[in-house]
């Protein structure tokens, strides 16, 4: 019983906290806005690695962001990305026909 309303007060005060809107830590012209994260009308992609993500996004004209934390996968996917965004694939799409 008493895991049971342990848990129930764990999740009735999860709901209840917010973060702060803004903490002061860094500079308001280094502050990001992330109330609404995310590439509009797009695909964003947290891991980068190797680019085939963004590559894709680029050669079907669609915007995507992608980020990379690996200098190593950074510099494969700056070389990569280019090359496959030019190849040139049919792609089928689902009434039969291809683009």
Do not use: H
């Amino acid at each position: 019983m008493i895991r049971l309303l342990l848990s129930l007060a764990i999740l009735l005060w999860a709901t209840a906290a917010s973060g702060q809107l803004w903490s002061g830590i860094l500079a308001a012209t280094r502050a990001t806005d992330w109330t609404s994260p995310g590439v509009t009308g797009g695909i964003p992609t947290n891991r980068t690695k190797s680019g085939s993500t963004i590559a894709a996004c680029a050669a079907l004209g669609i915007r995507s962001i992608g980020l990379e934390i690996d200098q190593e996968y950074f510099q494969m996917a700056r070389v990569a990305i280019p090359k496959l965004a030019g190849l040139k694939v049919p792609i089928q799409v689902p009434n039969g026909s291809s683009r």
